[in-house]
């Protein structure tokens, strides 16, 4: 399995913008896809349960966005440097979160039981 360790996370206005990253250690990520997650203050679920935020494939050349986050968020990884990033501009106060990195072989899923190695999370939390 690879290790994720994500960071990035902070409160934010709304209208502003955070930069997440997925750092990745062990097994290198770089022939599988990554995904980001968010779980909500309150909405506490099974792991599974996650909420689909975005995902990329390996070769970073095909994407995916929950249709919330579609032209505001950009998800990108550079595979020289094992790390996965999350781009969010004109945050929402229903963005608040903690954010989930995560990773699986093969092809993307907008499924979180897809996948098969998870970071700890960071929280992000946008004010009115």
């Known amino acids: 399995q690879v290790q994720l360790v994500e960071s990035g996370g902070r409160l934010v206005q709304a209208g502003g913008s955070l930069r997440l990253s997925c750092a990745a250690s062990?097994?290198?990520?770089?022939?599988?896809?990554v995904g980001w997650f968010r779980q909500a203050p309150g909405k506490e679920r099974d792991w599974k349960e996650r909420d689909f935020v975005a995902a990329i494939t390996w070769s970073g050349i095909t994407t995916d966005y929950e249709d919330s986050v579609k032209g505001r968020f950009t998800i990108s990884r550079d595979n020289a440097k094992n790390t996965a990033y999350l781009e969010m501009n004109s945050l929402k106060p229903e963005d608040t979160a903690v954010y989930y990195c995560?990773?699986?072989?093969?092809?993307?899923?907008?499924?979180?039981?897809?996948?098969?190695?998870w970071g700890h999370g960071t929280q992000v939390t946008v004010s009115s």
């Open positions: 062990g097994r290198t990520f770089s022939s599988g896809a």
């Open positions: 995560a990773a699986k072989d093969g092809y993307y899923s907008d499924w979180a039981g897809d996948y098969t190695s």
